[in-house]
């Protein structure tokens, strides 16, 4: 949980790690901070500073976040904690 109350910067850093580590290795690039920011239309820096909860997200860019990263906005905010929980739930 960062300063402002919610996981999301977790969950987003964990979810563009996971696209990273799953791509195949000519397509890691594609999840760096520098292109998903890019495709996203927020500098390298901004979404560095959310991802480590020293900015919240703007409701416009999570939902931008969000669909570059191919998950639902509530996935995100629930964070960690929850999505693990539900994932063990459902096995």
């Known amino acids: 949980m960062n300063r402002y109350g919610c996981q999301d910067g977790d969950a987003i850093r964990r979810l563009r790690e996971e696209r990273a580590y799953f791509?195949?290795?000519?397509?890691?690039?594609?999840?760096?901070?520098?292109?998903?920011?890019?495709r996203v239309g927020i500098t390298p820096q901004s979404l560095s500073n959310i991802e480590l909860g020293n900015k919240p997200a703007g409701l416009a860019v999570l939902i931008r976040i969000s669909r570059e990263l191919?998950?639902?906005?509530?996935?995100?905010?629930?964070?960690d904690e929850e999505a693990e929980t539900e994932e063990a739930a459902a096995l």
């Open 23 to 38: 791509s195949e290795r000519a397509q890691r690039g594609r999840w760096s901070i520098k292109a998903v920011a890019g």
């Open 70 to 79: 191919g998950v639902p906005v509530d996935q995100i905010l629930k964070g």
